[in-house]
């Protein structure tokens, strides 16, 4: 149970951590549209990562623990590494080249529908009614934030939205591997194995695809893509995991609800982006499912 004092400091965590998040697609856009490439920005922002995220487990304390892990827990947190921060990262930063930012956090958000999917076939039982509806909802506002009953806007937004929702559904197997791994090696040692799994792949990755030229960037170019992951990625992790801890991961799952609708915002303030109105009545809809399933959860885990 949170305290008085701790539930407001733990609030402002979790919203600041979601509301940093939001801006990703933002920056990711407008680098995109400074002319670096797709493999160079997934390559600087892993490797600009690691000082920070290695670092922090420095001064926690936690490396020693994750040296003395047994290797199935390594092993699991540097497949979730790559199931979330290489290939999800790319698919989800491959698709923001297609389409509106606004539109992929909107989809990426479909993660927690996933997981509760996931749950029910691994576990072989029927998913409780509450989680039908929250299912059912979430992707009734997929298919009308992605065109709905426009061909023309389903074509321009299908491939980008399949990517997206790869990306989520990669992310899902990522916190659970996150949940495995995390109960032996602590929050901060699953994302230092994770991170430095990725990192590794996603050099490879450059390496095959591209070449030193697309590190050839001006030097603002460069201050923008440290502060992004700084502040977009590194930072609101920490910010959202010390929040789990005070709030709890069901209240905190709500909070990030506030994530979509802030992107819609700057998609909107920044680059100029707008939704047609079926597209918004989706957009609700899917953050209304995820508030559905954590907000029934909590009441049911209540006592």
């Known amino acids: 149970m949170t305290t008085q004092t701790s539930a407001p400091w733990g609030v402002a965590l979790v919203v600041g951590g979601a509301l940093l998040m939001a801006a990703k697609g933002i920056v990711t856009k407008w680098l995109y549209r400074s002319g670096i490439q797709l493999e160079a920005l997934l390559l600087l922002r892993a490797l600009m990562s690691l000082p920070l995220i290695w670092g922090w487990a420095w001064w926690r304390g936690e490396l020693v623990r994750v040296m003395a892990a047994p290797r199935a827990v390594l092993a699991a947190a540097a497949l979730g590494g790559l199931s979330g921060y290489y290939v999800g990262t790319w698919c989800d930063f491959r698709a923001l080249q297609l389409i509106d930012a606004s539109l992929e956090r909107v989809l990426l958000f479909t993660y927690p529908a996933m997981v509760v999917l996931a749950r029910a076939l691994w576990a072989r039982r029927a998913p409780q009614l509450r989680e039908v509806a929250a299912v059912s909802v979430t992707y009734a506002g997929v298919l009308l934030a992605v065109g709905g009953f426009d061909t ?9 939205a399949v990517l997206v929702l790869s990306s989520a559904a990669l992310f899902a197997g990522y916190l659970f591997a996150n949940e495995y791994a995390a109960s032996r090696i602590g929050s901060v040692g699953f994302l230092v194995v994770a991170a430095t799994s990725a990192a590794a792949a996603l050099t490879g990755h450059f390496l095959v695809t591209s070449t030193s030229a697309a590190l050839s960037l001006p030097p603002q170019v460069w201050w923008s893509v440290l502060l992004m992951t700084a502040f977009t990625n590194v930072v609101p992790l920490f910010m959202l995991s010390a929040g789990v801890g005070q ?17 819609l915002f700057l998609a909107w303030w920044w680059l100029g982006e707008s939704m047609r109105g079926l597209q918004l009545v989706g957009s609700l809809l899917c953050v209304s499912g995820v508030l559905i399933l954590e907000v029934g959860r909590k009441r049911t885990a209540a006592p």
Do not use: Q
């Open 247 to 263: 709030l709890g991961a069901a209240r905190a799952a709500v909070l990030t609800s506030v994530g979509p609708p802030a992107t």
């Open 152 to 160: 023309d806007l389903w074509r321009a937004n299908e491939t980008g």
